[in-house]
């Protein structure tokens, strides 16, 4: 069963810092690129930035550029978010999902697998 699994979620300060991780279950992370996604309250979701299956390919939001950065460890089956400089409205579920294709993740929008989701919560 293929699945995904995010951790390093919680409950921070604005200014503060966190560090996402998404690990597969199944399969092999190097050979689909990875988007991370979030949902706030009431919103739709979004996807905040993504990275190609290489490495060598890279999308962040306007919202998020400068202060998150996507990185992926082939080697360890692992993909990363560094989030800095947290804010409130970054608050949400945060998704790592996995596609074949690379501009789907942040063209379209959209995946192929999806984690379960880890909670971000900034206080002011």
């Known amino acids: 069963q293929v699945q995904l699994v995010e951790s390093g979620g919680g409950l921070v300060q604005t200014g503060g810092s966190l560090r996402l991780s998404c690990v597969p279950s199944?399969?092999?992370?190097?050979?689909?690129?990875i988007g991370w996604f979030r949902q706030a309250p009431g919103k739709e979701r979004e996807v905040v930035s993504a990275?190609?299956?290489?490495?060598?390919?890279?999308y962040y939001a306007d919202s998020v550029k400068g202060r998150f950065t996507i990185s992926r460890d082939n080697a360890k089956n692992t993909v990363y978010l560094q989030i800095d400089t947290l804010r409130p409205e970054d608050t949400g579920v945060y998704y790592c999902?996995?596609?074949?294709?690379?501009?789907?993740?942040?063209?379209?929008?959209?995946?192929?697998?999806w984690g379960q989701g880890t909670q971000v919560t900034v206080s002011s």
């Open positions: 199944g399969f092999s992370l190097k050979y689909y690129a």
């Open positions: 999902a996995a596609d074949s294709y690379y501009s789907r993740l942040w063209i379209d929008k959209d995946a192929a697998y």
């Open positions: 990275i190609s299956a290489t490495g060598d390919g890279t």
